[in-house]
């Protein structure tokens, strides 16, 4: 089914491409992407065949974790540009029938966001700290942290301050909490959405959405106890819903996207209800290896259990979070790597990069929403040497420099060029993260119209999905370890992920493949696109 720019429901079917706008395009020559690149790199998006762009936060914010750590939830940070252009670039992007998911930050905010400094400044008891999860300490002197969580970036989630009181931050130390459970942080939100929505935004994208309300009293963490203290209470569903109405009022609804790591599939189906979020990143799907048992128990799973409540899948393989499918997928433990990541992990970039080719037309050949995120349609691999001194992802501080952390999948995109800034910036500007040396083949301009190209094979494959992929899915008889799809219309997917050579169903007319096709069949991890007429779906 062709992707018409006025359907309602586009969410259910769209590509949707993840912009990191500090790393995207630098428009004003200071090193940083901004809003003013994103504008001039549109047409770019929009003839690659994407529905949509997801934004990664653009607020005024003091980057302790990358712009997650929000001091303004209705400004854009200088850096970027300002309000009045981001308006501009959602229009813009409308006009070339690209919609935009803003990225809204509900769990925490910034340490210098007014709430808390005027927390800080009120003083115990004062109804400003309600707002947040202050707390009394532990032993003797309160010089123990109140409970026994763990911070998702590892360590300790409290810190206390002068007064002697603590305060809860699941993530970075300047990321306080907020109190879910207090109706203004409620009322914010309702009107954060409400700004943006009226704004143009299509949709937000609901980061933590599965953390917010915590368990009264804070409880230490007691391992075999059904409910978690802090993770996918039951508690959400009804702030959900309330934002599902909000999202459901406007003349095109818009649309919920929840970030929410819940390995139970039952509960994960359970915030896609038809009156909660419209769809929830599929991370069991990223997480998997390079295994065509583990690949397909993960879409069996998925697709069982979005199937009752009616809500379609997301297919995600990499995001600003994780390691660059390239090198995940040429290691040899190819799960996805967050807090498990370590220096000098020993890669093979060529069988990499083959993977990651197959598993580009695996994941756009199923049946729902697909995300990709910015340098991942050029094959760009993990940068593992940033010099430690650029280093800025708190989860390598936290994790005393074991952990090299997230920068190494943020590093600014080349465009054109041989040399850094490859196009990124001016010439002679220097961008925030630096780029390596080498990436002269894997810029834009160096890709484009290269039928070999990580970039053609994306261009290629978004045109036949958008014009060529619908309706049901179905398995067909393989090899255990190939996997092999049809859906409607006679169109269909192989991928082997085996070493002997798998053979197409007969009759299958290839349309397009990951890798070249050998006389005796489908080489080891290719993937193949074809045609079949007997298949019906
Ligand atoms: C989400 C974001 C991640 C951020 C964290 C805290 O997981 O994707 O980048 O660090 O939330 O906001």
């Not at 709430?115 to 123990?144: K, V």
């Not at 598993?359 to 940068?383: C, H, I, K, N, R």
């Not at 995109?413 to 500007?429: E, R, V």
């Amino acid at each position: 089914m062709a992707q018409q720019p006025d359907r309602r429901d586009w969410w259910r079917d769209a590509a949707i491409y993840q912009v990191y706008p500090r790393s995207f395009a630098d428009g004003n020559g200071d090193g940083t992407g901004d809003l003013a690149g994103i504008r001039a790199r549109l047409p770019y998006l929009a003839e690659l065949g994407f529905d949509a762009v997801w934004f990664n936060p653009w607020y005024p914010s003091p980057l302790k974790d990358g712009g997650y750590d929000v001091a303004d939830y209705r400004a854009i940070d200088p850096v970027f540009g300002t309000l009045q252009e981001a308006e501009k670039l959602i229009a813009e992007a409308r006009d070339l029938g690209i919609r935009t998911i803003v990225d809204i930050v509900p769990n925490h905010v910034s340490d210098r966001h007014p709430w808390f400094r005027a927390a800080l400044a009120a003083g115990i008891g004062s109804p400003e700290r309600e707002l947040f999860h202050f707390a009394e300490g532990r032993g003797e002197r309160g010089e123990l942290p109140p409970n026994d969580w763990k911070s998702e970036f590892g360590g300790c989630p409290w810190t206390r301050i002068a007064d002697g009181q603590w305060y809860l931050h699941l993530f970075a130390t300047e990321q306080p909490d907020l109190n879910w459970a207090h109706p203004l942080v409620r009322q914010e939100h309702e009107e954060i959405l409400r700004f943006w929505f009226d704004r143009g935004a299509a949709g937000v994208r609901i980061d933590s959405a599965g953390l917010l309300t915590k368990e009264p009293g804070l409880p230490d963490f007691e391992p075999g106890v059904d409910t978690h203290p802090f993770v996918d209470r039951d508690d959400l569903h009804g702030i959900y819903r309330s934002w599902r109405a909000i999202a459901d009022s406007y003349e095109e609804p818009r649309v919920l996207i929840g970030e929410i790591w819940v390995p139970d599939t039952e509960r994960f189906a359970r915030y896609l209800r038809p009156d909660e979020l419209h769809t929830a990143f599929n991370f069991d799907f990223l997480a998997r290896p390079w295994s065509a048992a583990e690949l397909r128990a993960s879409i069996d799973g998925t697709l069982a259990a979005h199937a009752p409540v009616g809500a379609p899948a997301t297919w995600v393989l990499a995001n600003h979070d994780v390691t660059r499918t390239v090198t995940r997928y040429g290691r040899e433990d190819t799960r996805f790597q967050f807090a498990t990541k370590r220096f000098g992990t020993p890669t093979d970039l060529g069988l990499g990069l083959r993977r990651a080719r197959a598993a580009a037309l695996l994941s756009l050949a199923l049946p729902g929403s697909l995300y990709l995120y910015q340098g991942e349609e050029l094959g760009l691999p993990e940068v593992e040497d940033l010099p430690l001194s650029s280093l800025q992802d708190p989860m390598h501080f936290r994790s005393g420099g074991t952990d090299p952390g997230r920068d190494g999948c943020r590093v600014p995109i080349p465009w054109s060029g041989t040399l850094p800034p490859y196009g990124f910036a001016a010439d002679g500007t220097e961008p925030w993260l630096p780029q390596p040396a080498g990436w002269a083949a894997l810029t834009v301009a160096a890709q484009t119209g290269d039928p070999d190209s990580m970039l053609e094979l994306y261009r290629a494959a978004l045109h036949l999905r958008r014009e060529r992929i619908a309706g049901g899915f179905g398995w067909l008889p393989s090899a255990p370890e190939v996997l092999a799809f049809a859906r409607a219309d006679g169109f269909g997917c192989l991928v082997n992920l085996g070493e002997a050579p798998a053979a197409l169903p007969e009759g299958a007319e290839p349309v397009l493949s990951s890798g070249p096709l050998a006389e005796d069949g489908v080489p080891s991890d290719t993937a193949v696109w074809f045609e079949i007429l007997d298949t019906r779906l």
